[in-house]
């Protein structure tokens, strides 16, 4: 078996492409959707994904709204523009970029940003809220896995879905996703016990640990769907002297011969995430506005 891939790339497209349709409608009304995004220091990694994401809001139509602090910021002076942003009526989404400097509490940061404002869904009351089963603002990475998941099959109910990885941004909620959609959902981690053995009871796999290729191919189940989250750098020494490729946490030939479908890294997940970000800001803008959230509806041929 050869896995079809998971073409995250051209399902993120799609994805933007309606939402700028529908910031479109929003704007001959007056009432075009801003999205703050908020980065402390100098993470190179976080500088691109930030720089991508302010590029990506105004290509959909949208307003961009970039803070860029310094390393030195105090907690204080972030939770006040935190609070500035959350005070501000053109700011419907705010998003403040993670990692953070080691002075500043993150959760404490997170738990400053208005809920309603809360692109990320990283806030306790939209996770307590996915938790629940009540509609609110669902953690981007989580949301685009789903809908990749989604487009190579609809109805989930009943499968066995095991999550490697339980962190609140990616495990946590990717697991109460799956939940939602009926499955039977396993959290794996690194204290389980026998992991190749549970992964190996996965009919969808979703692998967030950040370890370059753990998960190898004897680790899947044959016909399985497989989501790779991972985005780790490793030496890529053919290509130069200190030179980088970036892979996942599964290896990608191995799980291609043996799963059905599979998402890439890079290319699957990862432009999912920034995709997501604006659907969640479009989502926002119209609960603030008391407007029908439009349906967007991807499907690819
Ligand atoms: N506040 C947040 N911080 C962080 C989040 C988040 O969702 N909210 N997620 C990650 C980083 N991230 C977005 O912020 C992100 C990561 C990766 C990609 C992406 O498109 N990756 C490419 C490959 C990139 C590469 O070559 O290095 C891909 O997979 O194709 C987008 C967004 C941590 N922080």
């Keep these: 078996?050869?896995?079809?891939?998971?073409?995250?790339?051209?399902?993120?497209?799609?994805?933007?492409?309606?939402?700028?349709?529908?910031?479109?409608?929003?704007?001959?009304?007056?009432?075009?959707?801003?999205?703050?995004?908020?980065?402390?220091?100098?993470?190179?990694?976080?500088?691109?994904?930030?720089?991508?994401?302010?590029?990506?809001?105004?290509?959909?139509?949208?307003?961009?709204?970039?803070?860029?602090?310094?390393?030195?910021?105090?907690?204080?002076?972030?939770?006040?523009?935190?609070?500035?942003?959350?005070?501000?009526?053109?700011v419907d989404g705010i998003l403040v970029q993670l990692p953070l400097p080691r002075q500043i509490d993150a959760q404490k940061v997170i738990e400053a940003i208005d809920p309603a404002k809360d692109v990320d869904g990283f806030h306790p009351i939209n996770a307590g809220k996915l938790m629940t089963g009540v509609p609110g603002l669902v953690s981007c990475t989580p949301l685009g896995c789903l809908l990749l998941i989604q487009s190579v099959q609809r109805d989930l109910a009943g499968l066995n879905a095991v999550v490697l990885g339980r962190s609140n941004i990616v495990g946590k909620p990717m697991a109460q996703l799956l939940i939602g959609q009926s499955c039977t959902v396993t959290v794996a981690h690194s204290k389980t016990r026998d992991l190749p053995e549970v992964c190996r009871e996965a009919d969808i796999l979703v692998a967030a640990v950040g370890r370059p290729e753990m998960v190898r191919g004897d680790w899947i189940k044959r016909g399985a769907i497989v989501v790779d989250v991972g985005i780790n750098r490793v030496p890529n020494p053919s290509s130069g002297e200190g030179k980088t490729r970036v892979v996942g946490d599964v290896a990608y030939a191995e799980a291609s011969a043996v799963a059905s479908a599979i998402t890439p890294v890079p290319g699957g997940v990862g432009p999912m995430t920034i995709a997501c970000l604006l659907r969640n800001t479009l989502e926002a803008a119209c609960l603030r506005r008391s407007l029908p959230m439009p349906s967007l509806d991807v499907r690819l041929a």
């Design 1 to 90: 078996m050869s896995a079809s891939i998971i073409d995250g790339k051209a399902y993120a497209a799609g994805l933007r492409a309606r939402i700028t349709d529908a910031v479109g409608d929003m704007a001959q009304q007056g009432a075009t959707p801003g999205l703050a995004v908020v980065i402390v220091g100098e993470d190179p990694a976080s500088q691109i994904y930030v720089k991508n994401k302010a590029r990506q809001t105004v290509e959909v139509g949208m307003r961009s709204f970039e803070h860029v602090l310094p390393a030195s910021t105090s907690e204080a002076e972030l939770l006040s523009l935190v609070a500035g942003l959350n005070a501000d009526p053109a």
